[in-house]
T-cell receptor
């Protein structure tokens, strides 16, 4: 079945790097995504990676993809208090239904 | 900036009342979705639509119903609210572009409390 797992909580100090991990089961997805949800808001797309890439860098964000282990990670460099939020990884399995499968979410808390 | 709107943002209502949660998008997206988000953060798909007059039930069984009479509008209705319906409801829409992936745009959510 389709399943996307994440650790529930991560706490880091301001200025440190954060690494949020995700494992998924369906390898048919063309893209894998990271979304951010700030308190009281909906989700917003942070970044995505094409499934035939190993790494994508976008300013402070680095996405690493290990297709063999079905493991996706998001690294946030120089983490700021404004990065405190819930982060979801997601995929759209190639089933023709265009249904997102969201991870369980990781709550990142940045300590000043 | 996402052009998808949900109303109301917060709703406290008594048991047995009928409620409709509104969701509208001005981006012309054909696909729209309703998610229920429990306090543990996890998102559960409860309804989706591929276009006008198309609605499907999602992965989590829900007593709510939806309609899609217009492309831009995807309301969710609970005929008789119960305390177990207390949750955050998120509406989303997508535009499928094979070259760039499929970005989902989310509304701000409706936090529903049934007392």
């Amino acid at each position: 079945g389709e399943d996307v797992e994440q650790s529930l909580f991560l706490s880091v100090r301001e200025g440190d790097s954060s690494v949020i991990n995700c494992t998924y089961t369906d390898s048919s997805s063309t893209y894998l995504y990271w979304y951010k949800q700030e308190p009281g808001a909906g989700l917003q797309l942070l970044t995505y990676i094409f499934s035939n890439m190993d790494m994508k860098q976008d300013q402070r964000l680095t996405v690493l993809l290990n297709k063999k282990d079905k493991h996706l990670s998001l690294r946030i460099a120089d983490t700021q208090t404004g990065d405190s939020a819930i982060y979801f990884c997601a995929e759209i399995p190639f089933s023709g239904t265009y249904k997102y499968i969201f991870g369980t979410g990781t709550r990142l808390k940045v300590l000043a | 900036e996402a052009d998808i709107y949900q109303t109301p943002r917060y709703l406290v209502i008594g048991t047995g009342k009928k409620i409709t949660l509104e969701c509208s998008q001005t981006m012309g997206h054909d696909k729209m979705y309703w998610y229920q988000q429990d306090p543990g953060m996890e998102l559960h798909l409860i309804h989706y639509s591929y276009g006008v007059n198309s609605t499907e039930k999602g992965d989590l069984s829900s007593e709510s119903t939806v309609s899609r009479i217009r492309t831009e509008h995807f309301p969710l209705t609970l005929e008789s609210a119960r305390p177990s319906h207390t949750s955050q409801y998120l509406c989303a829409s997508t535009l499928t572009d094979g070259a760039m992936g499929t970005e989902a745009f989310f509304g701000q959510g409706t936090r529903l409390t049934v007392v």
